[in-house]
């Protein structure tokens, strides 16, 4: 009977401390609980804040491809720079005469009597009348008496294949050839610079007077 006592007794004792120390347990449970939530939003905040320098990172990134953006643009000034060369090649045959005349010579290169060879199938002349221009090719074989000719101041021009001769005016002086060479339209420039369009047979007494 007292060993029952005795359990009871210690039963009980267990019981009431329990009984009078709720707060206790609520306690350490509670703070377990703020441990976890304050872990939980400290991971929260560490990913926010990795997701605001990612943000960053994809601003300065778009800027940077703006700026690239800018510069490639500045840079098409190149093909106006190349529309307006393009424009002022194509704008006449050079001094401010049509396109339609090739530049051949300069006035100051020419010698009062005597026939210039100026390439291109052409020969230059200057009298007292101004300038003018013939056709260099040979009326016999069509011989260049350019790389294939022989000038004779005051005299004219000998065609060094077959010997066919010609004056300054173009007029044969000694065949084979039979036919006197073509003067071509000619025009000058303020400068003096020779333009010569081959494309357009002339009369002979054709000039381009000296200014």
Same mark, same amino acid.
């Given at each position: 009977?007292?060993?029952?006592? +005795? @359990?009871?007794? +210690?039963?009980?004792? #267990?019981?009431?401390?329990?009984?009078?120390?709720?707060?206790?347990?609520? !306690?350490?449970?509670?703070?377990?609980?703020?441990?976890?939530?304050?872990?939980?939003?400290?991971?929260?905040?560490?990913?926010?804040?990795?997701?605001?320098?990612?943000?960053?990172?994809?601003?300065?990134?778009?800027?940077?491809?703006?700026?690239?953006?800018?510069?490639?643009?500045?840079?098409? *000034?190149?093909?106006?720079? !190349?529309?307006?060369?393009?424009?002022?090649?194509?704008?006449?045959?050079?001094?401010?005469?049509?396109?339609?005349?090739?530049?051949?010579?300069?006035?100051?290169?020419? +010698?009062?009597?005597?026939?210039?060879?100026?390439?291109?199938?052409?020969?230059?002349?200057?009298?007292?009348? #101004? $300038?003018?221009?013939?056709?260099?090719?040979? *009326?016999?074989? @069509?011989?260049?008496?350019?790389?294939?000719?022989?000038?004779?101041?005051?005299?004219? $021009?000998?065609?060094?294949?077959? !010997?066919?001769? @010609?004056?300054?005016?173009?007029? +044969?002086t000694q065949g084979p050839a039979v036919k006197a060479l073509d003067h071509f339209d000619c025009a000058l420039t303020a400068a003096g610079q020779i333009g010569v369009d081959k494309t357009q047979v002339v009369a002979v007494g054709f000039r381009a007077k000296v200014?």
């Amino acid at each position: 009977m007292n060993e029952r006592r +005795v @359990f009871l007794k +210690v039963v009980g004792a #267990g019981a009431l401390a329990a009984a009078c120390n709720p707060a206790e347990t609520d !306690s350490t449970a509670s703070g377990s609980e703020a441990t976890s939530t304050s872990a939980t939003g400290n991971s929260a905040a560490t990913g926010g804040a990795g997701g605001a320098g990612g943000g960053s990172n994809s601003t300065d990134a778009a800027t940077a491809a703006g700026s690239g953006g800018s510069t490639g643009s500045t840079g098409s *000034t190149g093909s106006t720079g !190349s529309a307006s060369s393009a424009s002022s090649a194509s704008s006449g045959g050079g001094g401010g005469l049509p396109a339609k005349y090739t530049v051949l010579g300069n006035v100051a290169d020419l +010698v009062l009597g005597t026939l210039k060879q100026a390439g291109q199938g052409v020969l230059l002349g200057l009298d007292a009348a #101004g $300038v003018y221009a013939m056709s260099a090719l040979c *009326t016999h074989k @069509f011989c260049d008496m350019n790389p294939k000719g022989q000038v004779t101041a005051g005299v004219g $021009v000998r065609c060094t294949c077959h !010997s066919s001769k @010609f004056d300054n005016n173009g007029a +044969v002086t000694q065949g084979p050839a039979v036919k006197a060479l073509d003067h071509f339209d000619c025009a000058l420039t303020a400068a003096g610079q020779i333009g010569v369009d081959k494309t357009q047979v002339v009369a002979v007494g054709f000039r381009a007077k000296v200014v």
